[in-house]
């Protein structure tokens, strides 16, 4: 494809082969002729991207690092024509960097920079806030604030991404070009549950979503509506809880949770650091005009960066100077000899990635989204079987400890230089002279013509790569052209499927998707009817629907009708049988009938799941909880149930610890809490310990006659 740059006529041609991002408005392809640069297309450009574009290109932000050489903004640099027409835009190229995520979160930190220390955090967040702070100089919003457009280096520098969704001010007419989407954990509560299409967004919107981020950096990862849910019945959604204002770490009102065990202590921040996060969830919830402007957080994050000190046992230990012990030494012994910021000598040692139990060692998304592509590419010339097997036999490779030791050990170096650098503000021409750029693109090869099923096996592989960045619509589009190329693809009608069943969970009008992903899954079983993914898939589906129906108990009557076909066609399918087990109960609780013979179908399918996965976390969950629940409504056997419940519930949280599901991990402690009432304060002291004993008996309340009778359950039900 030949195109042509507004503002030079200069000619540029886009390679279809060279794309490296969909999404449901565009496409970006890599331009050969110009590593620094990268082209977005729109799939179908209208008049209002064109005035948007004009209007940005009118009045650029200033760019915070541009004595550094480097783009902290990837704005639109030119508009590109075809046949008179604007198609899309030239932006600057953003190589090297990973999603914000990889770096908060500290298992893929480990994975992906292990030296990326607390001061770097603090750093990081200094980059994000300046940045933030040239946009709304210039009257610029992002409005849709979240960790996926969010870049960082791994010297500290950040790159804002996805420009061309911000809200944008036109000064020369007054109009304002929306933001109309965003994401409900970043949203402020002013704006929970409005259509973003009829409000124009403001800073002070925009700095709600700024103190998440900050927060989950320097919290490892924790949100600050993040916590155990303290109430009655399913734990409310981030929206719920931003709206009720339930900041977890609340000083001035009482609120439903508790933070949880596993994450680290407020009290570990700065205390300017505390005091503008309390003004900001709890002031600003009242007045969204008191929340921290970028300029208070720029301060607050030198004074903080200033205050940090090294521990003596592990120089890549950095705490702040207030106080007396460093808290990461007991976060390590905490999280079972898992550091959040490992010493050189464990790296060397190879430590730092010591997988999980069962959990096998995953590559940083980076080098699997290189993999993806690379197969992208070659899919003409490479034969499908011979991919798979380069493919396993990558994943056999481990690099060798002493490897690790060495590139950690430079990386540490590189990384204080950088640092210095940045302070003393090394010029460009001689920061490249010392750190050349050596990621220059490798010439292009001729491929040969791709027939029909290539080309939808490659689009097929770009679709499950988006879908495992949880970039849904972008894997919709791509099994949507997969399936143009091969229209009998039962695994993409079920991808396809999947990828809807996730916008669902996060959409204002659900059983659309909803009703879309079971069509897809409808398509898949007409082509092939012993898939039985397909009979999996559609059978959480319609659980999750039997909320929005008339009739309820026929929806799980459904979805049991289909995790049966499951386990027919797989009879060790242990999320099938788990799946099952959660539909006997609802169908069992809606009855209200503790006879109900639900309850033990629910407990028949769990006991099978474990027999065949005895790892299987959400079947010991959802055990405890059934268990409890007869418990709750039986004379004779309550303290049998009970023990047995917490002693399920005891191994579920043990588990989904060991697999680092957080989430899971928070709501089996909520449900602990409720079986064990009054002594869940205690319990939380040290919830570790409690789940690694074998005792029960010493912590089991007694039953009470308020507690006989229909009970109100543990926790909630998915």
């Known amino acids: 494809m030949r195109l042509q740059r507004q503002s030079n006529k200069q000619s540029i041609i886009i390679d279809p082969k060279l794309v490296v991002g969909h999404g449901g408005e565009a496409r970006v392809f890599v331009l050969p002729q110009d590593d620094q640069l990268v082209a977005k ?4 450009p209208t008049k209002a991207h064109v005035q948007k574009l004009l209007a940005m290109l009118a009045n650029p932000p200033e760019n915070p690092t541009a004595a550094k050489g480097h783009i902290s903004i990837a704005w639109p640099t030119d508009l590109l024509i075809k046949d008179g027409s604007v198609v899309g835009f030239l932006m600057p190229r953003v190589n090297n960097m990973h999603s914000i995520v990889e770096f908060y979160n500290p298992k893929t930190r480990r994975q992906t920079c292990p030296f990326f220390n607390y001061l770097y955090l603090h750093r990081t967040a200094r980059n994000l806030v300046t940045a933030m702070g040239a946009l709304h100089s210039r009257g610029y919003c992002i409005g849709d604030i979240n960790e996926s457009n969010i870049l960082v280096s791994d010297t500290a520098l950040i790159a804002l991404v996805d420009t061309d969704s911000f809200q944008v001010p036109d000064p020369k007419n007054g109009y304002v070009y929306r933001c109309g989407v965003g994401k409900a954990e970043f949203t402020p509560p002013e704006l929970q549950g409005k259509n973003f299409a009829h409000f124009d967004r403001k800073p002070e919107h925009d700095l709600f979503g700024l103190a998440v981020l900050l927060f989950q950096l320097l919290m490892e ?7 155990i849910y303290q109430g009655i019945g399913d734990p409310p959604s981030y929206s719920a809880r ?22 680290p202590p407020f009290e570990l921040l700065h205390p300017t650091l505390q005091q503008l996060f309390l003004r900001c969830f709890e002031e600003g919830y009242h007045n969204p005009k008191l929340r921290p402007n970028a300029q208070a957080w720029q301060a607050a994050l030198i004074e903080a960066e200033q205050a940090l000190t090294t521990c003596a046992k592990n120089n890549q230990h950095r705490y702040s100077n207030h106080l007396s012990s460093c808290p990461w030494c007991d976060r390590a012994v905490k999280l079972g000899g898992r550091d959040p910021f490992p010493s050189v000598q464990a790296v060397r040692a190879g430590q ?23 197969a992208f590419n070659a899919a003409a010339a490479t034969p499908t079987a ?11 490779k481990r690099v060798k400890p002493l490897m690790w030791g060495l590139i950690g050990t430079g990386a540490l170096v590189f990384l204080e230089i950088m640092v210095i650098a940045y302070d003393l503000r090394i010029s460009p021409q001689t920061f490249a002279n010392l750190f050349p750029d050596r990621s220059e693109a490798q010439p292009a090869t001729p491929q040969p ?20 960045l949880g970039n849904y619509k972008g894997a919709i589009e791509n099994f949507n052209r997969a399936l143009l190329y091969n229209p009998n693809d039962v695994n993409a009608y079920v991808n396809r499927g999947n990828a809807r069943y996730e916008i669902a969970q996060h959409s204002s009008n659900p059983m659309q998707e909803y009703q879309a992903a079971i069509a897809d899954f409808d398509q898949a079983l007409q082509i092939n009817p012993a898939s039985e993914q397909a009979y999996l898939s559609r059978g959480i589906v319609r659980h999750d629907t039997a909320k929005y129906s008339k009739d309820v108990d026929s929806s799980y009557l459904a979805a049991i009708a289909d995790f049966d076909q499951t386990v027919q066609l797989n009879p060790v399918n242990a999320v099938a049988y788990i799946k099952r087990g959660i539909s006997y109960h609802k169908l069992a609780q809606n009855s209200k009938d503790i006879l ?30 059934v268990r409890y629940e007869i418990a709750q409504s039986s004379n004779n056997t309550y303290i049998q149930d009970h023990s047995n419940a917490l002693t399920d519930l005891k191994q579920a949280a043990k588990l989904f610890l060991e697999q680092s599901d957080i989430e899971r991990y928070q709501e089996t402690l909520s449900n602990i809490c409720v079986v064990l009432e009054n002594k869940c304060q205690s319990f939380l002291q040290n919830p570790e310990k409690f789940i690694t004993s074998n005792k029960v008996d010493s912590v089991t309340p007694k039953p009470s006659g308020n507690e006989r009778g229909q009970g109100s359950g543990v926790g909630g039900q998915r």
Do not use: C, W
Not at 221 to 227: C, D, L, N, R, Y
Not at 357 to 366: C, D, G, I
Not at 386 to 396: D, H, R
């Open 41 to 44: 297309l729109y799939h179908k």
């Open 221 to 227: 990862g924790t949100h600050p509506f993040s916590g």
């Open 242 to 263: 931003i709206s009720a204002g339930h900041f977890v770490y609340s000083k001035s009102k009482r609120v439903p949770y508790i933070p949880t065990p596993i994450a």
């Open 352 to 374: 730092h990635l010591q997988p999980l139990k069962r959990k096998p060692t995953v590559l940083p998304k980076r080098d699997y989204q290189q993999q993806v592509l690379s």
């Open 386 to 396: 011979k991919l798979v097997a380069t493919s396993k036999a990558n994943s056999k």
């Open 449 to 468: 013509t791709l027939n029909g099923n290539q080309i939808s096996i490659a689009y097929y592989d770009q679709g499950k790569f988006h879908y495992k």
């Open 596 to 625: 109900h013979p639900g309850y033990q179908e629910a407990l028949k399918n769990f006991n099978q799941a474990l027999q065949i996965d005895p790892q299987a976390a959400e079947a010991y969950m959802r055990r405890g909880i």
